[in-house]
């Protein structure tokens, strides 16, 4: 059990102590607002933008001392691992090894984290408008008026608009123009990092987190001179591009079952659904975040994410998710379950359902808790979001964005992984020079041989391929889906990492893996170096392969996407690694639980833009990984989602 000791800490949250408790009602100005992307939001709303970066420089200001500050509200997630609003501690769940609140391969992941980004929006909203009213004459008028209607913005870190990359560069900025009531100013931005307000070894567990004056991003170094590394954000998330458009796309048709959709809980999940909202999730924080020689970027460790900007921009998406995966799904629900692992003020295995408490969210002044069925409908707290409408409606628009002609028209080339026409979009981040699809330590350009042709090769319909394969003629390239499914422990490690998925090799320089040119996906694992390394709690995630397969299919390497053609080249090209976040690479058959799987399922698509994709049964495909380091090993059922189950915490 760890103990925190925080005399630094005990003015800062006296208020939690007090008897009135803060009520969570969203933000209440008589309509109801919408959360827009934070690039229509920047392009199509200027006076909201500025206001947005305007309210969030306050909100970051506020003093530790409240409850609403961004300083307490960020430590609700992780560390600093104190009381909030008077929610004391479960010393059980401490002596498991909890540190904050959050709940994680827990079927209250979705609800927990509806609730925490309400009372961040709120608080950030007071201070929009303690800003707005700051202005006088008629831009006072202006801002006031822009202020009404205004939500938190959301980044969808799958898409990428025409005149900007795929990671919104608003966020990757380090300074940007605002108007203020003095006149136009370039300062600090925001979104881009928080300056701690409160540093000391026992808030933040030490080096070399108590060395980083301000949130990092791939830190170059372990020190105080670290700085973020923005194009590794860029090119990391680029390289997912295609695995992250299928995997929401997945778990938007083939997971209505609440338990399978939540979280990343390997006993929950199944051969047709071994992704989540969770795990997808999870994999966001970890490219976010990165890490290596300079140390883990605070996105990437569960304890310190909170802290970072973009992890309610991100949390605001994952919401819009379970919105979204709401209407299609309107009976979708929290049964009874078990809560998972230990937090703050939950004992490990604790059984939830509709009724039980999202500690420590306050409905009112009174400390009454907000319930798993009180946060169902985004209305509760007077927001909706712009792609929201009926179940048809709705199905379009995972369709556009997600779907397989979405996902697939184009290889994954440049202009999937974030530089569309090989020129720097519009919006410029200052100080940067023209983007780079490679590490700068040596990633190269070239694709292993024979798995994908050089750039501009092509094999006209029905003549042979360097392989021997003859493209046909016709083929239908979706009415197969496939999926690398993979299994492990969430805290096998000791803090977060993350599994690999190549055609072809394993690169030699494990500081490319990210952006390797045979990239197929990845699937990041979120832990905590705060978390004791334990075995007992198996996590599930899965990496799509539907897409790469595709664009084999296109350059001659396989007959047909039909399992007899994919099962021999899957065995013979697909391989897989794990990194730390720390950069250290574990042999596959040294990582706790690792098992890795390939899925196999028929799909007929959707009739039309608001229709529907019907799936069939899923199949594991044994024999690709049976035998191989960290696959399927003998013993191991054809279903082995049936036996993760968690273990005994006690």
């Not at 979104?191 to 990092?216: F, R």
């Not at 992890?311 to 078990?338: C, E, I, K, Y």
């Not at 493209?471 to 690999?500: A, F, Q, W």
């Not at 001659?556 to 099962?567: I, W």
């Amino acid at each position: 059990m760890r103990t925190i000791a925080l005399f630094s800490l005990a003015t800062a949250f006296l208020a939690s102590t007090a008897t009135a408790t803060v009520a969570i009602t969203g933000v209440q100005d008589g309509t109801t607002g919408i959360r827009r992307e934070i690039r229509d939001l920047q392009q199509n709303h200027p006076n909201q933008w500025n206001l947005y970066l305007l309210g969030m420089q306050d909100f970051q200001k506020t003093a530790t001392s409240s409850p609403s500050s961004f300083f307490q509200i960020s430590g609700i997630h992780g560390l600093p691992s104190v009381a909030y609003d008077g929610v004391q501690a479960n010393q059980q769940a401490l002596s498991q090894g909890a540190v904050g609140y959050c709940p994680h391969s827990s079927p209250l992941f979705p609800v927990w984290h509806r609730a925490y980004v309400a009372l961040y929006e709120q608080s950030w909203y007071a201070s929009v408008l303690k800003v707005a009213n700051s202005f006088t004459g008629a831009d006072k008028a202006t801002y006031v008026a822009a202020a009404k209607g205004m939500r938190l913005p959301y980044w969808e870190w799958a898409h990428k608009p025409a005149n900007d990359w795929v990671t919104a560069s608003a966020l990757i900025n380090p300074t940007v123009s605002v108007h203020t009531p003095s006149g136009q100013q370039t300062i600090a931005n925001p979104i881009y990092s928080y300056k701690m307000q409160v540093l000391n070894q026992a808030d933040t567990e030490g080096a070399p987190w108590n060395e980083w004056p301000n949130t990092l991003r791939y830190p170059t170094t372990n020190n105080a001179a670290a700085k973020s590394d923005e194009m590794d954000i860029v090119n990391g998330i680029g390289a997912n591009l295609a695995n992250l458009r299928s995997s929401i796309y997945n778990v938007m048709y083939k997971c209505p079952n609440w338990l399978e959709f939540a979280d990343d809980s390997a006993s929950s999940s199944s051969a047709g659904c071994s992704t989540s909202l969770e795990s997808i999730h999870d994999n966001i924080h970890n490219i976010v975040g990165g890490g290596g020689a300079g140390g883990i970027g605070h996105m990437t460790d569960l304890s310190h994410a909170g802290f970072d900007p973009i992890f309610f921009l991100h949390h605001t998406n994952v919401d819009r998710l379970f919105a979204l995966w709401q209407v299609m799904n309107p009976n979708g629900w929290l049964g009874t379950a078990s809560s998972g692992p230990p937090t703050y003020s939950l004992e490990a295995g604790h059984t939830v359902n509709g009724i039980s408490y999202l500690r420590p969210f306050h409905k009112d002044t009174q400390g009454t808790f907000w319930t798993v069925n009180g946060v169902r409908s985004i209305s509760t707290f007077h927001y909706t979001y712009v792609d929201m409408g009926n179940k048809a409606q709705v199905s379009a628009n995972i369709n556009s964005l997600y779907g397989p002609a979405g996902s697939s028209a184009s290889k994954r080339s440049i202009s999937e992984r974030g530089d569309s026409d090989g020129s720097s979009p519009s919006s410029t981040i200052k100080g940067l020079s023209h983007m780079s699809l490679h590490h700068k330590s040596g990633g190269s350009s070239t694709t292993p041989a024979g798995i994908f042709p050089p750039a501009g090769a092509a094999y006209p319909s029905g003549t042979a391929s360097p392989t021997g394969i003859s493209k046909p003629s016709n083929s239908s390239m979706n009415t197969h889906d496939y999926s690398c499914n993979i299994v492990t422990e969430r805290m096998g490690l000791g803090g977060s990492y993350t599994v690999y998925v190549f055609f072809g090799a394993v690169p030699s320089d494990s500081s490319t893996w990210f952006v390797a040119p045979n990239l197929v996906g990845s699937q990041g694992i979120l832990g905590a170096t705060s978390m004791p390394k334990r075995n007992g709690w198996l996590v599930a995630g899965a990496v799509s392969l539907t897409t790469a397969l595709q664009d084999a299919y296109k350059a001659g390497h396989l007959r047909s996407l039909a399992k007899s053609d994919v099962t021999p080249y899957l065995k013979e090209h697909m391989n897989w690694s794990v990194k730390t976040a720390a950069g250290q690479v574990v042999p596959n058959n040294e990582v706790p639980g690792l098992a890795v799987s390939v899925a196999s399922t028929n799909v007929m698509p959707a009739l039309s833009s608001g229709g529907t994709p019907s799936y069939g049964q899923a199949e594991i495909v044994n024999q690709i990984t049976h035998g191989k380091a960290g696959g399927l090993q003998e013993g191991m059922p054809h279903d082995f989602w049936s036996v993760c189950k968690p273990i005994s915490t006690s």
